[in-house]
């Protein structure tokens, strides 16, 4: 079950959001992860970094598929520009910063 889970979530969250991608195919994402928990919170109020915390699903998936994550929330926040926003993934339960999204590269504690 386990293993289907996380195949699911590589699947769902891999691909990244590139130039190809609008903005409502990152936001359908999005509201993907949000349906198996990896994102929890998502806040934006610029020109304060974005607030993106995650869900107790995030820790067990694998590498590329949290930097699909991370790309999915720099599309969907920049609405499919070639730009980047620098953000801490923060963790549901005490907002401990768990990785760092910054100039187009994901960064994990």
Known sequence: ????????IVMALSATADAADS???CRQKLIQAQQI???VD???KPPKEPKVVVGSTFPRMPFDAKEGFARTVNCFLLADTDRFVNFDILDHLNHRVLGRWE???LKMK
């Open 1 to 8: 079950m386990l293993l289907l889970l996380t195949l699911l």
């Open 23 to 25: 903005a409502e195919a």
């Open 37 to 39: 928990e990896v994102l």
């Open 42 to 44: 998502l806040d934006w």
């Open 103 to 105: 100039y187009g590269r």
